[in-house]
Structure formats: C-alpha cells, structure tokens
C-alpha cells in the first residue's frame, strides 16, 4: 500500500504561507470577481478631519447614491480668532446625510446644506437630533454676535425638523440600495457608529468611539462582521489614559477636600456628554453638599433623560438630576457662591458660559478649586490657566489663587483602544481620521500590524 501526503511528496523547503500573503492573495482575487462581474466602483472622498480634529466629512459613492457622512466645524480658538473652519464643499445632489453625533465637529456644518435647498433626509439617533439642535442654535447666536458670515438661520433650522429621521441601536435602514447599521459608540449619549452596507463593500464609520466603561454609557466593540472597509477617529491614538477610576477618585477627593474647607468647587465641563459624566460621579462618591447645575447643561441634561435607552443607569442620572439645584440668573448665582458648594458649569475649555462668571468672582480666593474636566485645546482660556496660572480672557489677566488641575475623563478611547478596535474588526483597509496624529497611527497600523492603512488629506479620493 503506498501512503501519498503532502508532506512526503515535498521536495525542498517546506513553503511557508504568511497570513499577510494569503490576505494580499484574497484581496487580488476579490478584485478580480469584481471586474468580472462588472460591479460598480465605490469611492470615499475626505471632506476634512484630515490629521486634525474638528470639521468631519466624508462622501462615500457608490456609482448610484451619494452619502455624506457627517460634516462638522472646526472652532477656532481666541488666540487665532476669526471664523470657524469647514469642510471641503459638497454638493446638495445628495441621497443622504448619516450623522454620528451631536458634537459640533461632527453635526456643526449639515444645516448649511439644508440652507443651500438639500430637501433629503438626515439620519440620527432622537438623542443626537435633540443635543444637534441646542448646539446649532446656540451657532447661530454666536455668529450673529461675533458678525461671522451665517451659513444658517433658525428658519433652516426649524424646516429641517421634517427631514430628520431618527433612528436607533440595532436597526438597519436603507438609502436607495445601500443598508445602514446602527451600533452604539459609547462616546456620549446617542453617539453611534455605522455601518454601510453598499451592495459591494461593507464599510465601518466609527465617529467617536468610547470602547471602555464609563458613568454614564457602556463601552464596548460592537460585534461587526465581514468590514471590508474601517474609517476610525484616532484623538487619542499616542495616548494612554490613566485608569478612569484613578481620575475618579482624584475628583471625589479633591471635592471632598475643599469642602471640608467650607469652600466652593467649580467643576467646568461640556454640556453635552460630561455634565452627566460628571453628575454621575459626584453621585458614585455620595458627595454631601448643595450641588448646583448652570448653563447649557441644564438643557443638555434634560435631553438626555427624555431618551433613557441609551443610558447605561438613567435611574441614577434622574435621581442626580432631581436633587441638584438649577442656576439660571446672575442673583441666583451669586447666592450660589455665598456658602460652601459644588457647581458645575459651562464651558468646558472656560471659553465662555457661566464659568466666567464664577472665575471673574472667585479667583483670588484660596479656598476654591477649579477642576478642569475635560482636553484643554491650545491657546483656549483653560489651557493657558493650566500653562500660566492666569485666566486670560478679552482684557482680563487675572493671577489665579485658586487651586486649579485638569483630570483626563475623555469620552474617547485611548491607545491601547484602539489597536484593539483595529483587530477586532480586522478590515482590509483602513482610513485614519479625526486625530493630530494620524499619519503615525496609520504607519503603526501598517508597519506593525499588516493593514493597508491610510491618513487621508483634505480632499483626497480613494477608490475601494
Ligand atoms: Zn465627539
Ligand atoms: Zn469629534
């Protein structure tokens, strides 16, 4: 009887099949099926987000349907001034608009197309919808009051209102012949990732991701099948986060501290996604004291609450809620002020909102503590505090002597993150976005990991 296995047949070497090889030989051989059965090209343009954070766009076209995905603004800070950036421009031949998030560089530009005569429909979760419109009017004042050029007025966006279709985690929609995934980002509440399906490619948008656990979301990679195509934000792709319970605790402490000292903590933070963050922990740590709540975030918080669903606990939250008092006037403010307190404010960056108020009043007492939330750009008023020990704002320069720190309780995924998003979707390509370090990311993914990886330019054109 003679025995015939590959082995024994082997003359030479055995070969060696690396997986890099074999996925480069499935890629060829994808390539090769698609022009023999004539399907259609499928493009991504990059409206911007191109190694920088701030001003999101990407047109993806598949032959049939044009979709746009996010367009966003990019705010300047005082130190440059002038008006905010924008996306490369886009046409209003569109199928639709999907939109992640309610932050301004993400949402912060789509009503200008609504303007410029877009009668089609955005998708988003009630949540984003919600939080968009606060923010977007809240642009409008702004660019009225600092005589920017208007891109909108309220009137597009209230006639946008019926164009806005909301959707939510785990449905699938369709625009034209492509379907649309809906997962949870973990990011903020409403925040999602999507993924598109176009008949040829399927391909994965993150928007911002939060992969671990937070107060307020669940954090986690969604269980995504087959991407072909991953478009990831990467704001924190050089950086570890220190463990979140750490920076937690730090908060819960130093309230503590200044509270035993009958003094008043002012806890700067967004409106959207960290007040509630922040709420929240205040409640984890039963901190005893007369807690209030100014600004943005009283609406913002309020929104959140209307739609529990995408809350990890929104029991907590509502209990929270309930029992801090809410600011709305300078005299409520200031009697705010006249006993030992916690009051959590707008902005986050101290670039405006009721925190002036509070700072102008209260920075050279000794017995205050001013703890920064959340990344300070350059050149924002926060950071050159953080850098100086001056609140710089207009033609104030105040000499702080309150204490002041900054803790890292981002809403984005760190490093470590990341790589592992990156491996878990394990894609064909992949397209780094939405960070200053984006090209280095990309090399990383590249070079260490084997993906065909890029960090596209502001206008660039990829075929996929
Ligand atoms: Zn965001
Ligand atoms: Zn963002």
Same mark, same amino acid.
């Given at each position: 009887?003679?025995?015939?296995?590959?082995?024994?047949?082997?003359?030479?070497?055995?070969?060696?099949?690396?997986?890099?090889?074999?996925?480069?030989?499935?890629?060829?051989?994808?390539?090769?099926?698609?022009?023999?059965?004539?399907?259609?090209?499928?493009?991504?343009?990059?409206?911007?987000?191109?190694?920088?954070? @701030?001003?999101?766009?990407?047109?993806?076209?598949?032959?049939?349907?044009? $979709?746009?995905?996010?367009?966003?603004?990019?705010?300047?800070?005082?130190?440059?001034?002038?008006?905010?950036?924008?996306?490369? #421009?886009?046409?209003?031949?569109?199928?639709?608009?999907?939109?992640?998030?309610?932050?301004?560089?993400?949402?912060? &530009?789509?009503?200008?197309?609504?303007?410029?005569?877009?009668? @089609?429909?955005? !998708?988003?979760?009630?949540?984003? *919808?919600?939080?968009?419109?606060?923010?977007? #009017?809240?642009?409008?004042?702004?660019?009225?009051?600092?005589?920017?050029?208007?891109?909108?007025?309220?009137?597009?966006?209230?006639?946008?209102?019926?164009?806005?279709?909301?959707?939510?985690?785990?449905?699938?929609?369709? %625009?034209?012949?492509?379907?649309?995934?809906?997962?949870?980002?973990?990011?903020?509440?409403?925040?999602?990732?999507?993924?598109?399906?176009?008949?040829?490619?399927?391909?994965?948008?993150?928007?911002?991701?939060?992969?671990?656990?937070?107060?307020?979301?669940?954090?986690?990679?969604?269980? &995504?099948?087959?991407?072909?195509?991953?478009?990831?934000?990467?704001?924190?792709?050089?950086?570890?986060?220190?463990?979140?319970?750490?920076?937690?605790?730090?908060?819960?402490?130093?309230?503590?501290?200044?509270?035993?000292?009958?003094?008043?903590?002012?806890?700067?933070? *967004?409106?959207?996604?960290?007040?509630?963050?922040?709420?929240?922990?205040?409640?984890?740590?039963?901190?005893?004291?007369? %807690? !209030?709540?100014?600004?943005?975030?009283?609406?913002?918080?309020? $929104?959140?609450?209307?739609?529990?669903?995408?809350?990890?606990?929104?029991?907590?939250?509502?209990?929270?809620?309930?029992?801090?008092?809410?600011?709305?006037?300078?005299?409520?403010?200031?009697?705010?002020?006249?006993?030992?307190?916690? $009051?959590?404010?707008?902005?986050?960056?101290?670039?405006?909102?009721?925190?002036?108020?509070?700072?102008?009043?209260?920075?050279?007492?000794?017995?205050?503590?001013?703890?920064?939330?959340?990344?300070?750009?350059?050149?924002?008023?926060?950071?050159?505090?953080?850098?100086?020990?001056?609140?710089?704002?207009?033609?104030?320069?105040? #000499?702080?002597?309150?204490?002041?720190? #900054?803790?890292?309780?981002?809403?984005?995924?760190?490093?470590?993150?990341?790589?592992? !998003?990156?491996?878990?979707?394990?894609?064909?390509?992949?397209?780094?976005?939405?960070?200053?370090?984006?090209?280095? &990311?990309?090399?990383?993914?590249?070079?260490?990991?084997? !993906?065909?990886?890029?960090?596209?330019?502001?206008?660039?054109?990829?075929?996929?």
């Amino acid at each position: 009887m003679c025995l015939v296995t590959s082995s024994n047949l082997s003359i030479g070497p055995p070969v060696k099949y690396s997986w890099l090889g074999i996925k480069m030989f499935l890629k060829l051989f994808k390539q090769l099926r698609s022009i023999l059965l004539g399907e259609k090209m499928n493009t991504l343009r990059f409206l911007g987000a191109c190694r920088e954070v @701030g001003r999101s766009g990407v047109l993806l076209e598949t032959g049939s349907e044009k $979709i746009l995905i996010e367009y966003g603004i990019k705010l300047k800070t005082p130190e440059e001034g002038g008006e905010p950036k924008y996306p490369r #421009k886009v046409g209003t031949d569109l199928d639709g608009i999907l939109l992640t998030h309610a932050h301004l560089d993400h949402s912060g &530009f789509i009503p200008s197309l609504y303007h410029q005569g877009y009668k @089609g429909y955005v !998708y988003s979760t009630a949540t984003t *919808f919600d939080l968009s419109h606060i923010l977007w #009017k809240d642009t409008v004042k702004l660019a009225r009051l600092k005589n920017h050029t208007m891109h909108f007025f309220n009137s597009d966006l209230n006639r946008m209102k019926r164009f806005e279709h909301r959707v939510t985690y785990g449905q699938q929609f369709e %625009i034209e012949n492509c379907t649309v995934e809906v997962h949870d980002a973990g990011h903020i509440p409403g925040s999602a990732s999507l993924l598109i399906d176009t008949g040829e490619k399927r391909v994965l948008y993150t928007g911002d991701i939060r992969t671990t656990d937070t107060q307020l979301l669940k954090g986690r990679i969604p269980n &995504f099948r087959d991407v072909d195509v991953l478009i990831i934000e990467s704001t924190y792709s050089d950086r570890i986060h220190p463990p979140r319970e750490e920076q937690e605790r730090e908060l819960a402490d130093r309230v503590r501290e200044t509270l035993d000292m009958n003094g008043i903590v002012l806890l700067p933070a *967004f409106a959207v996604g960290r007040s509630q963050e922040v709420l929240m922990i205040l409640d984890k740590y039963n901190i005893d004291a007369p %807690i !209030y709540l100014d600004g943005m975030a009283i609406e913002a918080t309020e $929104i959140v609450l209307k739609y529990p669903e995408f809350l990890r606990d929104p029991k907590r939250l509502e209990r929270m809620y309930s029992r801090v008092k809410k600011l709305r006037s300078n005299k409520e403010r200031k009697k705010a002020t006249e006993h030992s307190s916690v $009051i959590v404010t707008t902005s986050g960056m101290l670039e405006g909102g009721p925190i002036a108020y509070y700072i102008e009043r209260l920075y050279d007492r000794k017995d205050v503590s001013i703890i920064l939330t959340g990344y300070q750009v350059k050149g924002t008023v926060g950071e050159i505090l953080l850098r100086t020990g001056r609140y710089k704002k207009e033609n104030l320069n105040l #000499k702080v002597n309150c204490f002041y720190e #900054k803790l890292d309780l981002s809403a984005h995924a760190g490093r470590d993150e990341l790589f592992d !998003y990156v491996k878990t979707v394990d894609p064909e390509k992949v397209y780094v976005v939405h960070g200053e370090n984006c090209e280095g &990311f990309a090399a990383e993914l590249k070079d260490g990991l084997g !993906y065909e990886a890029y960090a596209p330019k502001a206008g660039q054109l990829f075929e996929l």
